[in-house]
């Protein structure tokens, strides 16, 4: 998983098991996270959100998990395919002093899908 | 366009020299973002514009990089004397709200290398 402050990790599946991204953050105040996906020579893409009063959240092959209380987050791919090679970040918002605007990014994790 | 367009793709640039990054945000989204990736490394934000004006310049390393925004589009990001260490994919991103998240996009980057 990846921490912010951490190199960049990497993570290997193979086609159709299932991937778990991690990530830690460091500021307790932060009440609003977002993971990206970057594919190569790309801008970062929003996959899910999650704000601090939920600890799961659901979408299409994705569920993001919260623990507040060790400040950790987690990305969960069902099914993972090929396509979902790419890096991963997770990003914070809402940290010291309350910004509503500056997200916060990991250094993010390199996702490689084999067929 | 559909989405945010950034110009040019790729820059090479001697040391020394004043570079130019263009931004064309999503028609109608007032804020803007410009954040810098370096190689292996998550998202540094650098500047946030609501509009034309530019409440947040924080994320600005120094003195030589400078941005603004005109008639609440297009955006510019100005680098003098370049440096090395000035070397990154530089990223908008623009919403039509304040706070990023799903309705927020990035742009594909500029990719600039200084020699």
């Known amino acids: 998983g990846e921490s912010v402050g951490l190199h960049l990790p990497t993570l290997s599946v193979q086609e159709g098991d299932n991937s778990i991204i991690n990530c830690a953050y460091s500021?307790?105040?932060?009440?609003?996270f977002i993971w990206y996906k970057q594919e190569s020579g790309k801008g970062p893409q929003f996959i899910i959100d999650?704000?601090?009063?939920?600890d799961k959240r659901q979408g299409q092959r994705v569920t993001v998990l919260l623990n507040k209380t060790v400040k950790h987050l987690s990305l969960q791919i069902a099914a993972t395919q090929p396509g979902d090679s790419a890096v991963y970040f997770c990003?914070?918002?809402?940290?010291?002093?309350?910004?509503?605007?500056?997200?916060?990014f990991g250094k993010g994790t390199l996702l490689t899908v084999n067929p | 366009g559909a989405g945010v367009s950034q110009s040019p793709s790729n820059k090479v640039t001697e040391k020394g020299k004043d570079v130019e990054l263009r931004c064309d945000p999503i028609?109608?989204?007032?804020?803007l973002y410009w954040y810098r990736q370096s190689l292996g490394q998550g998202l540094e934000f650098l500047i946030y514009?609501?509009?034309?004006?530019?409440?947040?310049k924080s994320g600005l390393p120094s003195d030589r990089f400078s941005a603004e925004r005109t008639g609440g589009s297009v955006s510019t990001l100005t680098i003098q004397r370049t440096q090395q260490e000035d070397s990154a994919v530089y990223l908008c991103?623009?919403?039509?709200?304040?706070?990023?998240?799903?309705?927020?996009?990035f742009g594909q980057g500029t990719r600039l290398t200084v020699v």
């Open positions: 991103a623009s919403s039509l709200l304040t706070s990023p998240g799903p309705e927020a996009f």
């Open positions: 500021n307790s105040a932060s009440d609003y």
């Open positions: 999650i704000r601090s009063n939920m």
């Open positions: 990003a914070e918002l809402g940290g010291s002093g309350g910004s509503n605007y500056k997200l916060t």
């Open positions: 028609s109608g989204h007032t804020a």
């Open positions: 514009f609501q509009g034309n004006s530019a409440p947040d």
